[in-house]
């Protein structure tokens, strides 16, 4: 909420009418709240002040506190240019526990963004950022550039249909004396079947050319990529994952609060350099559970047993802008 704002009428004939907002310092804030699995809940507050006068660039502050202890602060510039990027830059201190390890992994990172919308559904971006990362007591220093390309033909993030989302990046990480590609493929499709109901299906690969630090290996288990095991299982250079989910609606599409239950089935592994994906076990779960969704705010509740492992209970909810 950017505050109150006035149209001012000249009293010089031919000049134009001007908008006349609150004050120098236009403040706005939207609380924000999030229980991710194997971190649980963040809670805290996003802080920005807007152009006075040119309402493109702005100022945002994030604070929060919990499960994800983050103090970050960042400037956002758009262009009028259909070809300008729209840029980002910004830089954060945080702490959060390791669910494979269970200590604290701390991070200070400095980082500018810049990202090019080529079509409605096609965006491309591009990433440098400097970072000092520390779990168990081994601190990293790292420098790293990337890109990253996305095609999201999806209507609504939060319950798509008949839709497409995917993604591909590509950075370079270069440590101390080292140097390491890391790659990440993702591919999501949304199938309309009947009344609603959606076929959501998902492929994932996280890989790392060389050996990472442990703070960088890829995280398996947990709501992210396989339910019915804890957040944290594994770690490993390389991830694969991949999961089905029939999600069905329970009530109208009209409606602004919706409700539903999902039956799900998601598999993957985790390994080091030197290992082969074909030589892997994969983990599997499978379970079913329940959801709602209305404006600003999601809520999530699902039962899944692993198996050769144990049954989990998984829960996520935020308030989402």
């Not at 493109?56 to 502050?61: A, C, E, H, I, P």
């Not at 030197?274 to 969704?293: E, P, S, T, Y």
Request: hydrophobic fraction near 40%; charge should be positive; proline fraction near 5%.
């Amino acid at each position: 909420d950017e505050g109150p704002v006035r149209i001012a009428v000249p009293g010089v004939p031919g000049q134009a009418p001007s908008v006349v907002r609150r004050g120098l310092l236009n403040v706005m804030f939207v609380p924000l709240l999030d229980a991710e699995d194997g971190y649980g809940l963040a809670y805290g507050g996003l802080f920005a002040i807007s152009g006075y006068r040119n309402p493109t660039q702005r100022v945002t502050t994030t604070l929060t506190w919990g499960g994800d202890k983050r103090a970050a602060a960042e400037f956002q510039k758009e262009f009028s240019s259909r070809l300008a990027p729209q840029v980002r830059a910004g830089g954060l201190v945080q702490r959060r526990t390791h669910p494979f390890y269970e200590s604290d992994a701390d991070r200070q990172r400095l980082w500018g963004r810049a990202e090019w919308q080529l079509a409605h559904p096609v965006r491309v971006g591009s990433e440098i950022a400097w970072q000092t990362s520390t779990l168990q007591g081994d601190t990293e220093k790292t420098k790293s550039i990337g890109a990253d390309l996305t095609l999201d033909t999806r209507v609504d993030p939060l319950l798509p249909h008949n839709a497409v989302y995917a993604k591909a990046a590509i950075t370079q990480l270069k440590f101390s004396g080292d140097s390491v590609l890391a790659t990440e493929l993702e591919g999501n499709g949304y199938v309309g079947i009947y009344q609603g109901t959606v076929l959501a299906l998902r492929a994932l690969r996280e890989d790392a050319s060389r050996p990472v630090p442990p703070y960088f290996k890829s995280i398996l288990g947990g709501s992210s990529n396989l339910r019915g095991f804890r957040a944290g299982d594994s770690i490993g250079d390389t991830l694969v994952a991949a999961s089905a989910e029939l999600r069905i609606p329970l009530t109208s599409p009209l409606r602004l609060a919706r409700f539903g239950t999902s039956v799900f089935m998601d598999v993957g592994t985790t390994y080091d350099k030197g290992q082969k994906f074909r030589d892997q076990k994969l983990k599997r779960g499978v379970g079913a559970g329940v959801w709602a969704m209305a404006p600003l705010f999601h809520i999530s509740l699902m039962i899944a047993h692993g198996i050769g492992a144990d049954t989990r209970v998984h829960f996520g909810a935020g308030l989402t802008f």
